[in-house]
């Protein structure tokens, strides 16, 4: 069942992409330099969001019963 929908999806693929690419540009960047372990652990938030706009359900919607998804 399809809770994400075409905004959301879109926007946490484009987020998740970003996330996923921090822990490798952090120690590039003088700005996250500091990140440490904490960059996988964004990185991970990242393959979580990019997941979720692929298979477009999130499970954090389900006890709250959001749908952002066009209605059937």
């Not at 952090?26 to 991970?44: D, M, Q």
Request: net charge positive; charged share 10%; proline share 7%.
């Amino acid at each position: 069942m399809a809770n994400v929908g075409g905004i959301d999806r879109v926007l946490r693929f484009i987020v998740g992409v970003v996330l996923i690419l921090v822990p490798f540009v952090a120690p590039s960047v003088p700005a996250l330099a500091g990140l440490g372990n904490w960059g996988w652990v964004i990185g991970a938030v990242g393959v979580v969001m990019l997941l979720t706009a692929i298979f477009r359900f999130c499970p954090a919607y389900v006890p709250f019963g959001i749908k952002t998804c066009a209605r059937e």
